[in-house]
Nanobody, 124 residues
Framework: QVQLLESGGGLVQAGDSLRLSCAASGRTFSGNLMGWFRQAPGKEREFVAAIWTGVNPYYADSVKGRFTISKDNAKNTLYLQMNSLKPEDTAIYYC??????????????????WGQGTQVTVSS
C-alpha cells in the first residue's frame, strides 16, 4: 500500500520561503508522475506542480517562477520549494502519485494516491 506523508507547512509572512516534503512508502516512485496540489477554503483543489522524469517539470501559471518541484529518488521524497510566497498561496498542500502517466498531468482525478496534506498560511 502506498503512503504519502507531507511535511514542512507553516505560518509565514508574504515574501518568505518554505520547502514542503512528501515522503513516499510502499513503492518507489522513480517512474511515476508525482504532483503537488492545493486547496484553499471554499475552493476546488487545484494543480500546482508535477514532475515525471525530472527533465521538464510542469507548473501552474500562478506559481511559475516562484515554486520549484524536485524529487530525490534515493530517498523516495518529493519536494516543493516555495519562494516569494503570497497570501493567495494560503492553502492545504497535498502531494499525489499517479501510477500511469498518459498526459493531463494537471487533472487531480487521474492521480491514484494522496497524502493527508500540510497547511501553508501566508500572512500579509
Amino acid at each position: 500500500q502506498v503512503q504519502l506523508l507531507e511535511s514542512g507547512g507553516g505560518l509565514v509572512q508574504a515574501g518568505d520561503s518554505l520547502r514542503l516534503s512528501c515522503a513516499a512508502s510502499g513503492r518507489t516512485f522513480s517512474g511515476n508522475l508525482m504532483g503537488w496540489f492545493r486547496q484553499a477554503p471554499g475552493k476546488e483543489r487545484e494543480f500546482v506542480a508535477a514532475i515525471w522524469t525530472g527533465v521538464n517539470p510542469y507548473y501552474a501559471d500562478s506559481v511559475k517562477g516562484r515554486f520549484t518541484i524536485s524529487k530525490d529518488n534515493a530517498k523516495n521524497t518529493l519536494y516543493l520549494q516555495m519562494n516569494s510566497l503570497k497570501p493567495e498561496d494560503t492553502a492545504i498542500y497535498y502531494c499525489a502519485l499517479r501510477l500511469y502517466y498518459t498526459g493531463s498531468y494537471y487533472v487531480k482525478d487521474m492521480y491514484n494516491y494522496w497524502g493527508q496534506g500540510t497547511q501553508v498560511t501566508v500572512s500579509s
